[in-house]
């Protein structure tokens, strides 16, 4: 052994295996407040959401607007672009996006329907980029919106194409942040979508649309992302798709996609 390794261990025994950084806390406190509000938040109501004292937050917030995190506008506080552009900038983000834009385009021009690629984040998925319906028509969700997980095509997708120990983990976080939606039958529905390859049904959340969704796979397999056509009939156009050409059309964009990030396709 090394002198640097003897160092390391003789450092890592000494401080224990926790690291205390309150700073650095009270910051991330801060940002993931405000991740989760809907309106600007004043310096005070901070603190009183987060326990803690005008005082000791003050110093914190100022320089999360230095560095760009935070806007104050009125002496209010909210987010600025940053975190959504950094999340960007991530290579592995980064590379999916580049790589399923153009894929997605071609997708909802064909189907003449919009398209969303979802990510799983503890407990939720997010919308990291979608495509609108070249007519103008039809059912969209914006770029950053959250969705449930264990009700949607999308967010089941996520979860059946996981290891094991993946899967329930996410199961107990999806339950834990939306109680209400737990379903004791779930590993059994998951293993189904896993057998077929994808998701495919009624959406339970709003009447009349049709949800596909098909994984992005990494090189294992596990999916790293879901790519959804939330299907919307339209009853005034004499040649429409069908449920089976939207599955057709959107199983070959998600396996294009796994196959241009380098994943396995199945």
């Known amino acids: 052994m090394n002198d640097v390794s003897k160092l390391t261990r003789k450092r890592e025994a000494s401080e224990g295996p926790a690291y205390a950084a309150p700073a650095l806390e009270k910051g991330l406190d801060v940002l993931e407040l405000l991740c ?38 009125d002496d209010k506080y909210h987010l600025s672009t940053k975190l959504f552009e950094l999340a960007h900038i991530n290579p592995p983000t980064h590379r999916l996006l580049t790589e399923a834009m153009p894929v997605m385009q071609k997708l909802s021009a064909e189907l003449d329907q ?8 503890t407990g939720r998925q997010m919308v990291v980029a979608k495509v609108d319906s070249p007519s103008g028509m039809g059912f969209s969700v914006r770029v950053g919106a959250e969705l449930d997980v264990l ?20 199961i107990a976080e999806s339950e834990a942040r939306q109680p209400e939606q737990a379903d004791p039958q779930i590993e059994i529905v998951l293993d189904t979508i896993r057998e077929r390859g994808f ?3 009624p959406s339970v959340q709003v009447r009349g649309l049709y949800a596909v969704a098909f994984p992005i796979g990494d090189t294992s397999g596990h999916a790293i992302a879901a790519l959804t056509v939330p299907f919307a009939e339209r009853i005034d156009l004499a040649q429409r798709r069908s449920i089976d050409s939207i599955e057709r059309h959107l199983g070959e964009s998600a396996h294009e996609i796994t196959s241009r990030t380098g994943g396995l396709v199945t």
């Open 114 to 121: 919009s398209c969303h690629l979802s990510v799983y984040a």
């Open 36 to 73: 989760r509000s809907e309106s600007a938040l004043s310096i005070k109501t901070i603190a009183q959401v987060l326990g803690r004292s005008v005082g000791e937050l003050y110093r914190m917030v100022s320089c999360l607007v230095e560095r760009g995190y935070l806007v104050n506008v």
């Open 199 to 201: 998701e495919s049904s």
């Open 151 to 170: 009700v949607s095509a999308s967010g089941r997708v996520l979860l059946a194409f996981q290891d094991q120990v993946t899967q329930r983990q996410r």
